[in-house]
């Protein structure tokens, strides 16, 4: 019995002996694999982070882009309705001139839309640049109610301004001639010497990013004329 009994442990202890050999000497990672795993983890986080900022750039282009663009329509609405909305003033019934003083670089006339009195009513409107010493400018916008034309009794009027863009160059006016058998853009339109509106004004100028914007609005009281 007793001989029985050491039998079995010394086969226990031959098999804990291979077991254990052989648990250690099992394969496992080598330095080399494990530098080359570690590598492609870092590799594919710099695809994955380049895909991602790639991605948020566009997103905050686009938005960008998708700003200024609403900007630029909403101030084309806003000068096509005072220009659409030009007005044949005079200072009295029995004079036959019209009230219209433009130049390449600035426009004075008379609309009936008035922004600052909700749409309605006339407003005498000026169109004006100002010039920096790097050739940048700022276009401007003043609308004075009720309309004034002398000096001498401009006070009492309520003037509504606005910085339509800043940052052009090459901000240009030009008017169309009604009564030219071709398309004939003038630069200079004075309506106390022709005695009528121009068919249409032109806009053009270049934004802060060299793009060039043009603008066409036509005079519509000019328009619908006989």
């Known amino acids: 019995m007793k001989a029985q009994l050491l039998l079995r442990n010394v086969e226990e202890r031959k098999t804990d002996g291979k077991t254990t050999r052989s648990s250690v000497g099992s394969p496992g ?7 080359l795993a570690l590598t492609i983890f870092a590799l594919m986080g710099g695809i994955l982070y380049g895909a ?19 900007k630029q ?6 000068l096509g309705s005072y220009v659409r909305s030009t007005f044949p003033y005079r200072e009295s019934p029995q004079e036959q001139t019209i009230f219209f003083e433009g130049d390449s670089e600035s426009l004075t006339f008379v609309s009936a839309y008035s922004q600052g009195m909700g749409g309605r ?13 790097k050739g940048w400018a700022t276009i401007k916008l003043d609308e004075t109610a009720p309309v004034r034309i002398n000096s001498e009794s401009s006070s009492g009027g309520q003037t509504y301004s606005l910085v339509l ?29 022709r ?12 934004d802060e990013r060299g793009k060039e914007v043009r603008w066409i609005f036509p005079i519509m009281q000019s328009v619908l004329a006989p």
């Open 121 to 133: 009513g006339i407003a005498k409107i000026q169109i004006t640049q100002d010039e920096d010493e």
């Open 29 to 35: 990672f080598t330095l080399i694999e494990v530098v």
């Open 73 to 78: 329509r909403s101030i084309a609405d806003l």
């Open 195 to 206: 005695r009528m509106l121009p068919r249409a004004v032109r806009f053009t100028y270049q």
């Open 52 to 70: 991602y900022s790639l991605g948020h750039s566009a997103v905050a282009k686009s938005q960008v882009n998708s700003a200024r663009n609403q």
């Open 165 to 193: 863009h800043d940052n052009v160059k090459e901000f240009r006016l030009a008017y169309l001639d009604p009564q030219a058998e071709e398309e004939a853009w003038e630069e200079r339109w004075d309506g106390k010497e």
